[in-house]
């Protein structure tokens, strides 16, 4: 079974930054696909990022783009979500997934979650 823990939420200030960590252990852990997702309250799950396994082929929602990046350190089984330039829109709980199969994020959930880091952005 794939666990994952994710470390590095808090607070930050507007146009601020905040680095999310994502650690996976497990078997198949060098195949792992990952995706951010977050849930801010009074809203639906909303998907940030995606990264293939060998930090290949990224994607994220417009929301974020140009502002976040994702990448992963595949020696450490490990996916980062790197944001700058934070919004208190950006403010939730944001959630750490990953899957073996090449999912629709968008679409499909994944078979892995982790249990979630509170983001908090002040204006």
């Known amino acids: 079974q794939v666990e994952l823990v994710e470390s590095g939420g808090g607070f930050a200030q507007a146009g601020g930054s905040l680095r999310l960590s994502c650690a996976a252990s497990?078997?198949?852990?060098?195949?792992?696909?990952f995706a951010w997702f977050r849930h801010a309250p009074g809203k639906e799950r909303e998907f940030v990022a995606s990264?293939?396994?060998?930090?290949?082929?990224?994607d994220y929602s417009n929301s974020v783009k140009g502002r976040f990046t994702i990448s992963t350190d595949n020696a450490k089984n490990t996916a980062y979500l790197q944001m700058n330039g934070l919004k208190p829109e950006d403010t939730a709980v944001y959630y750490c997934?990953?899957?073996?199969?090449?999912?629709?994020?968008?679409?499909?959930?994944?078979?892995?979650w982790g249990q979630g880091t509170q983001v908090t952005v002040s204006s």
């Open positions: 997934a990953a899957d073996l199969s090449d999912l629709d994020w968008y679409h499909e959930n994944p078979d892995y």
């Open positions: 497990g078997p198949n852990t060098d195949r792992l696909d």
């Open positions: 990264i293939r396994w060998g930090g290949h082929n990224t």
